[in-house]
């Protein structure tokens, strides 16, 4: 990966989509220094989400493993590690710092989101000309308007005198924002490296063990038989508003190391909780919940952020945290994320495996265990939603997105469209019409009287950005308020005429009337398709709707088209508490690898002739260089035989279904 984006040092936006532990920090470090050194820009600062990632770019010997230049951060201007207020005219403010930074010959400044929209905003983005402006976790970023971060970097942009480097281990949003406008993401050129390739490339740490467990009860009677103390383990207990939460994280987090055996005292020096296990082993318990004693909390995160102990596997055993330790959190040694309550956003569960999934010496598995109050919906139905949600944590780790359906719309008696199954009955003029391409997994939808885009542009964003005005239709904070709390008073059509119509006029505001319009019919389109599609999956077997405690089951299906995909993950179903447990098959190279592929055949229309021949190409490919051709290589040709050798497969898997559905019926005959 970090040999991918090296490539693309020249480039001025440049966005790295990578897995946590990939190396994200790393390739920043030789990019931004060539930039230093050869681009001629004046210097770097590394944007970070919270202070605790700073650690990521600290100070890194890279010339004693044959690079050019070391990564030198001067104390001063590592902010995260500096006390003071984020907001600028304030005592000890880092805006302030930021500021002398500058001002400064010195070239690296590392710090975190909040301090760098303040000083943009105090300072202005003329005074980051010059400079290379490296975000971390990119998707915080967002192309609302009301996103600060986004509307900064896109004015940043429009001046076009920074380099940006992007880098996301999840390059969607758990409210499903766009992270870009298109016009912006235009503009960056992408190095993709997913899951798979990191995996395929590890020395150590080759699978990923994925499992659902369902309680009846209280969680933390049911914790000691999932959490092992023999494995390093992070423990995220649930949100207080969670189902599964008993309202007093104190008493949660006591009961958890009750759990792991009899409790010793406390190290006075790291703040770890020492607890001696039944088997004799003493176990060191960082607590990231009880916030009550604020100096054991510092001692307990400068011991955690400790670099001489960054090679220690015995430093620590397990981390209970609430909201900490997710994205950026650095222990190499963490084999099990336990996390306790269902997550419904798709991006804080990637990052959350992300803290298992970096590569050590005797780790060759990790383990990703969710668990969940017992969903009051059938066993067939969880299992189904179960399959889903592994499908999209598979495709997120390959970098898919997986949140939104796409529409094509066209006013009635347009003509069918190129590519689009209409059924048995095909297309029929003044008919209800609705066809699928199952290569690109739109929806193709007639609509009377609709309106026609006259510009191109409008044309581009009825195709490509409904999913985005959408989102921001939902997450509109009057279209909710009216929508949920007034609807006695609120006529549909103030929300879909008025607050739709605001959303298209602000986001695209050159365009013309006629446009703005046509866009708004389509998005509400889209609200209504999409919203009528969940109804009908939400129906249950019982022929109703689903019912209270089914937070998990409901939440998995706003991943509407991973259904789609006819991939079966789950290995196995065994008892659990008074409930049962879903595991799923190892999340290894292969597992990946046929995810991968059965996503291209739904998104790549290629013909059985070509298919063939581009599978013998793989295959030579493969015999000289000892690995296959890669979807998300930076070689078209390698992306090209890597799509030839999904669709041959499915073309095949196609003709040995219709085989023996023909050989079915001449026995039945």
Same mark, same amino acid.
């Given at each position: ?78 902010? !995260? ?29 590392? !710090? ?5 929209? +303040?000083? %943009? ?18 998707? =915080? ?26 880098? *996301? ?9 766009? %992270?870009?406008?298109? /016009? ?9 490296? *997913? ?63 009750? /759990? ?13 909780? !020492? ?13 990231? %919940? ?24 015995? =430093? ?49 598995? &990790? ?14 139905? %969880? ?25 094509? +719309? ?51 964003? !009825?195709?490509?950005?409904? @999913? ?117 098959? &190892?999340?290894?190279? @292969? ?8 996503? /291209? ?69």
């Amino acid at each position: 990966m970090q040999a991918r984006a090296y490539a693309k040092r020249g480039e001025q936006f440049l966005l790295i989509k990578s897995p946590p532990a990939s190396g994200k920090s790393r390739a920043l470090m030789f990019i931004a220094l060539d930039k230093l050194n050869n681009q001629g820009l004046r210097q770097v600062i590394v944007v970070v989400p919270e202070r605790s990632i700073g650690s990521s770019f600290a100070n890194e010997p890279l010339t004693k493993f044959g690079f050019y230049w070391d990564w030198q951060v001067q104390p001063q201007w590592n902010l !995260c590690n500096a006390p003071g207020a984020d907001e600028p005219r304030v005592a000890h403010s880092k805006v302030a710092a930021v500021a002398a930074f500058l001002a400064s010959d010195d070239q690296v400044l590392v !710090c975190t989101h909040a301090t760098f929209r +303040f000083a %943009v905003d105090e300072l202005g983005i003329e005074a980051f000309d010059g400079r290379l402006i490296a975000i971390d976790e990119f998707h =915080h970023v967002s192309s609302n308007p009301d996103n600060k971060l986004g509307s900064q970097l896109g004015a940043l942009m429009a001046r076009d005198k920074v380099h940006v480097v992007a880098m *996301t281990g999840s390059y969607f949003r758990g409210d499903s924002e766009a %992270v870009l406008a298109p /016009a912006d993401e235009a503009r960056f050129e992408t190095v993709a490296y *997913t899951y798979y390739d990191q995996l395929n490339g590890y020395q150590h740490l080759k699978a990923l063990d994925i499992g659902y467990y369902f309680y009846s009860g209280r969680y933390v009677d049911a914790v000691g038989r999932v959490l092992d103390p023999a494995l390093k383990t992070i423990v995220h207990i649930p949100n207080v508003n969670a189902r599964e939460s008993l309202q007093d994280k104190e008493r949660e987090v006591n009961e958890i190391m009750a /759990a792991l055996g009899e409790w010793q005292g406390v190290d006075e020096v790291t703040g770890f909780h !020492c607890i001696r296990a039944a088997d004799g082993r003493m176990l060191k318990v960082a607590d990231l %919940v009880d916030d009550s004693d604020l100096a054991r909390r510092s001692r307990v995160l400068a011991a955690l952020k400790n670099p001489a102990q960054k090679h220690n596997r015995e =430093h620590v055993d397990i981390i209970i945290a609430l909201g900490m330790a997710k994205e950026g959190f650095d222990w190499i040694w963490c084999e099990h994320a336990l996390t306790i309550g269902y997550r419904s956003s798709l991006t804080e569960i990637v990052q959350i495996i992300g803290r298992a999934t970096r590569d050590a010496p005797g780790k060759a598995r &990790a383990r990703f265990t969710n668990l969940i109050a017992e969903p009051a919906a059938q066993q067939g139905q %969880v299992v189904g939603a179960v399959n889903d949600m592994l499908k999209a944590i598979a495709a997120s780790l390959l970098m898919e997105q997986v949140l939104s359906p796409r529409y094509a +719309f066209t006013p009635k008696n347009s003509g069918a469209q190129d590519g689009f199954d209409y059924g048995e009955s095909g297309y029929r003029e003044d008919g209800q019409n609705v066809g699928v391409n199952r290569q690109s997994g739109q929806i193709h939808v007639e609509i009377g009287g609709l309106a026609r885009p006259a510009s191109a542009e409008a044309e581009r964003i !009825c195709h490509e950005d409904l @999913n985005e005005l959408v989102a921001s239709f939902f997450q509109d904070r009057v279209a909710l308020e009216r929508g949920l709390f007034d609807t006695e008073n609120t006529l549909p059509e103030e929300l879909t005429c008025l607050r739709m119509g605001k959303i298209v006029r602000e986001r695209y505001p050159t365009l013309s009337a006629q446009d703005q319009e046509a866009i708004r019919q389509r998005a509400v389109a889209a609200i209504n398709l999409t919203q009528q599609a969940r109804k009908m999956l939400g129906e249950g077997e019982a022929g109703g709707a689903s019912v209270g405690g089914s937070a998990f089951v409901d939440g998995v299906r706003r991943f509407v088209h991973v259904r789609e995909l006819e991939v079966d993950l789950i290995d196995r179903i065994n008892p659990f508490d008074t409930a049962y447990a879903v595991l799923a098959l &190892a999340m290894d190279a @292969n597992t990946l690898r046929q995810v991968q592929e059965s996503i /291209a055949g739904k998104k790549i229309a290629i013909d059985e002739e070509e298919a063939r021949e581009l599978a013998l190409r793989a295959l030579q490919f493969k015999n000289e260089r000892g690995y296959a051709p890669r979807q998300h290589s930076p070689d078209p040709w390698e992306q090209r035989m890597a799509e030839g050798v999904a669709a041959f497969a499915r073309h095949r898997a196609k003709a040995k279904a219709a085989q023996a559905a023909q050989q079915a019926q001449q026995g039945a005959v």
